[in-house]
């Protein structure tokens, strides 16, 4: 599938490297030229000759998400690091191009979870951090090492 | 009438002063701390200290009886989004929200938020609806910037009828910026002829107007 990937951070880009190596077409979106870099790093060949694309560009401009192939993407990820722009381009995704499989990121698990109850798939960090923290205080699990 | 107001910029401040002063209601959330002291000053326990796009921010500025909810802040995301929630998860009637950059406009359309006011879209609505019964309507100030938008009627008697926009002898610190003529309009260039009927639009230095308006106006209606 192609997957496009708006935000380039520690968790775009992760996800974004691990779908490449998975054999999906890859595409990501960043506004800061240099966050390709993340997508380089650990590796002997560059993003682009891994086959991977990479446009820099505003979110918000629908000609950078153009660009970028948001009209042939299969899933769409919004992984930057605001939620409002996050929960915009989402809806975006899924009401004007009308991208089958929308996940965005959303720090903040109120607005997660309103906006999950609308029919977004939200993933919220600081709520899914809450729950496994609470379990270990707890006792109810117990992490070894690096949880998650 | 009960009225929540996200930013106290230039436009959430105002608004809040002249809603307050016509008896109504208002909270006026900002989140910058900084700015949010200076405007506690003048408003009070009208003004509420928060980041307007969180959910029980809004909560708590009591935005479940708001009867009208006024998003402004300068970030287009924000406001939109305020705007959404707003109608969709707290059931306010009215909501009117600030377009920063014109370009948005589409998001806010798409996302179901209307009004979204942007100072562009506001200039053309003037424009188009807003008939000149004086000759002269003063479109926008930008005391900043110490400038100023004037548009003016261009009658038959004119003395700037029929004279290319270079030679109207416009004092330094004005600019033709376009001229509407027959339900269009257009950028001039300094050949460009002025006609009858035209209405211009200038943008000028503060100060000054009255040297711009008597090049257009009909030295006997004077």
Redesign the interface.
Known sequence: MFVLIVGCGRVGSAIATSMMEEGHEVSVLDEDAEAIALLDRGHENSWEERGGQFTEGTA???DALLAAGIDRADAFVASTD????N??IA??AK??FEVERVVVRVL?P??AR?YAE?GLQTVCPTQTAIELLEAAVRGQIRFEGVAG | MYVVIVGAGKVGWNLARELINKRHEVTVIEADAHRYAVVEQELEHSAMYGDGSELWVLERSGIERADLVVAVTGDDEGNVLISQVAREKYGVARVVARCNNPRNLQHFELLGVRPAISATDLILRLIEHEVPKYGLVHLLDLPEERLEIIELEVGDGSPAAGRAVKDLGLPDGSLVISILREGGGFVPTGDSVIEPGDEVLVVLDVGIESRVTELFTARTAA
């Open positions: 918000l401009e629908i605001g939620d409002n722009t929960l915009v809806q975006v009401r004007r903040d109120a607005r309103w609308q």
